[in-house]
């Protein structure tokens, strides 16, 4: 495996209103490239005085954006989305820099993204209110959808386009301004969605950027009377402190995408090829840094070495490297917590007698490296299966019936996603009713489109992001009578 040189990188800046302040006006954060651990930029950090500044700014934006017709917001989330295709190429080279992912896995990411804020532009034409029949002829009864208010949304670096893309697509589509924080270890990309809003006509104050400590941030701007809802991805630990926060100040909305651990139901009546080539797929795809990722894979027992040896195969023949390089399909870890973090859970299990099929090590490499790793054999106490790995690590246990793989994939506290392959209808129909989980997919692990409610149950979360639903936590229903 080879390195690729550090590139040029980005220019980065808070965002306050009009105001744009680099890293040399403020104390500031370096940002690594985790390909090569090697300093490509700094972030600054924004002070308590441009908070105050950002937070006077999002009221004036709100009060501009919400006035706008939804027609017009259509058309620059719309011209936006046009922009950030046509630039996809650089904002993805600048995502593989900061993020560690393949060049080829952050140019998709960025054309999600687009897909999304156009999609929010259109479904904002169509967040209708309804007229209610009176019971007398002098009355008029309506009920209207306006936007909750400026919302703080607070964003982790796993996925730095889609993910901060979803919120600023939910707020502005539902005509909200928005302050959003960003990963300081990411923080380009947010940055390139930033100007292509900017350059399709996005007022001023609708859009604030801010860097710096994240408690601190998130605090300060929650507790200010001037946010009407939060937004956050990220663990579950924060989402519950971040949630405590809303309801103490306020009483706040709140939508929090939280932590996860797939589960994967393969039975004896699977296209076993189909599962393994499309469960590898997804298990290494940004290097198993993605909260919808499969963790657990529950194979029925008369197919489960058969399952074992394809997906060990698999994962073992994964090139690992650089994201710039045309032939890396796996690049590395974004930082140096996920790769000890991994070794650790492996430790864990091997001590308790898992058994290592492939993988179970750092690479002896610069950067963040971890090799794909597939483990069996792992006792039912061992910390991977009971807490996310968030990396390059699957772990395949084997199950009798489909009532035990059921119980398993829901005895956890998480729900966000889950998958299962079978060519039973029966099977499908009722995997689907009976597994908890926010989302379910069935023989794919396509879930997370424009067009779909992204969210979860139990403690990863609650309320939901794209799809039709992902403008209602931007929006409140107020009652209007007229006699």
């Not at 500031?28 to 005085?49: M, Q």
């Not at 707020?171 to 100007?195: F, H, Q």
């Not at 306020?250 to 699977?270: C, D, F, N, Q, Y």
């Not at 489109?449 to 209602?472: D, M, Q, R």
Request: net charge negative.
């Amino acid at each position: 495996m080879t390195t690729t040189a550090t590139t040029p990188y980005a220019d980065l800046r808070l965002v306050i209103g009009s105001e744009v302040v680099s890293a040399d006006q403020r104390e500031s954060l370096p940002v690594h490239d985790p390909a090569t651990g090697e300093t490509i930029g700094r972030v600054p950090i924004a002070t308590d005085d441009d908070l105050r500044r950002a937070l006077e700014s999002t009221a004036r934006g709100f009060a501009r954006w919400r006035a706008i017709s939804a027609y017009d917001r259509h058309a620059i989330l719309r011209d936006a989305a046009a922009l950030i295709r046509a630039r996809a190429d650089a904002i993805a080279r600048v995502m593989t820099l900061e993020q560690g992912k393949p060049l080829g896995e952050a140019r998709l990411e960025v054309l999600a993204t687009a897909d999304i804020i156009e999609w929010a532009g259109e479904e904002g034409r169509r967040a209708y209110g309804r007229v209610v029949p009176a019971r007398n002829a002098s009355t008029r009864q309506t009920v209207l959808r306006e936007p909750v208010g400026p919302v703080a949304a607070f964003t982790p670096w796993n996925f730095p386009a889609i993910t901060p893309g979803r919120k600023l697509a939910g707020a502005l589509g539902a005509g909200c301004s928005i302050i959003i924080k960003p990963s300081e270890e990411t923080p380009a990309t947010l940055l390139a969605l930033y100007d292509a809003l900017r350059d399709a006509g996005l007022p001023d104050d609708v859009v604030n950027v801010v860097y710096g400590d994240p408690p601190h941030i998130s605090e300060t701007l929650i507790a200010s009377p001037i946010i009407r809802k939060i937004s956050f991805t990220g663990s579950t630990v924060v989402g519950k402190h971040l949630a405590g926060l809303a309801a103490k100040h306020g009483v706040k909305r709140a939508t929090l995408e939280l932590g996860g651990h797939a589960p994967v139901i393969v039975s004896e009546r699977a296209d076993l090829d189909r599962a393994v080539a499309m469960s590898a797929s997804a298990k290494y795809r940004n290097a198993g840094q993605v909260c919808v990722s499969p963790s657990r894979f529950f194979v029925q027992e008369s197919v489960y070495e058969r399952f074992a040896e394809k997906f060990t195969a698999k994962a073992s023949s994964l090139r690992v490297g650089h994201g710039l390089e045309e032939t890396t399909q796996m690049g590395s870890l974004a930082n140096a917590r996920r790769r000890d973090a991994i070794h650790a859970m492996v430790d864990d299990a091997t001590q308790r007698g898992a058994q290592v099929r492939t993988g179970g090590a750092a690479l002896d490499t610069p950067g963040y490296y971890y090799a794909p790793t597939v483990m069996t054999d792992v006792p039912a106490d061992a910390r991977v299966l009971r807490e996310e790995p968030f990396g390059p690590l699957a772990v395949i246990t084997k199950f009798k019936t489909l009532d035990d793989a059921i119980a398993q994939a829901n005895s956890l506290p998480y729900g966000l996603a889950a998958y299962a392959f079978t060519q039973d209808v029966g099977e499908s129909i009722r995997l689907g009713n009976e597994i908890e989980a926010g989302m379910v997919g069935i023989n794919h692990f396509g879930i997370a489109l424009a067009e779909l409610p992204f969210g979860g149950v139990k403690e990863s979360g609650y309320g939901s992001e794209g799809g039709t639903e992902g403008l209602e936590g931007y929006l409140v229903t107020k009652s209007v009578t007229i006699a």
